[in-house]
């Protein structure tokens, strides 16, 4: 399993090409998306928000945000270190924080949400480069763990487990 640290490192210098291969494909504003979302996803969203991490660090005094994560969630399970589930329910949890947010502060009962929606639909290039650089970041993460499936995936650590 890689070290924090090494992780920051990847997510620096993955960031670039992961840009670069969008910008390619749909131009300068999507790379510029995708390359952001690489950086947020993996040193602000990453699956190791399910630990103390450097991730969790980075939130400062709102890290308490990701104590139901934390709480829940075992390191490198299946909804943190899970493809696409991972990055999903970290956003559905910070989706779920701003709605709670947006009631304790009167804002519209729907916090803006309809509105994220349609917007993100105008801009469906976009919407997509910065979904494949959160993405991309926690494949990154999940690579350098050094085995790409989260624990209850993997057969060679469910026998450790077993043996234990
Ligand atoms: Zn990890």
Not at 36 to 45: N, R
């Amino acid at each position: 399993m890689a070290s924090g640290r090494a992780h920051d490192r990847a997510t620096l210098i993955g960031g670039a090409p992961i840009g670069m291969a969008a910008a390619v494909l749909w131009g300068a504003d999507a790379g510029f998306i995708a390359a952001a979302g690489c950086l947020i996803g993996g040193l602000w969203l990453s699956p190791d928000l399910d630990t103390h991490s450097n991730a969790l660090r980075r939130w400062g005094p709102l890290r308490g945000l990701w104590w139901p994560y934390r709480r829940l969630i075992p390191h490198r399970s299946l909804w943190s270190h899970g493809p696409l589930i991972g990055t999903a329910l970290r956003l559905m949890l910070l989706l779920g924080w701003w709605v709670v947010l947006s009631l304790l502060i009167g804002w519209p009962t729907n916090a803006g949400l309809p509105q994220l929606v349609s917007w993100l639909k105008q801009q469906p290039q976009q919407a997509i480069a910065l979904g494949i650089g959160l993405e991309a970041s926690a494949w990154l993460h999940l690579i350098l763990d050094g085995d790409p499936w989260p624990v209850e995936w993997s057969p060679r650590r469910l026998g450790q487990r077993r043996r234990r």
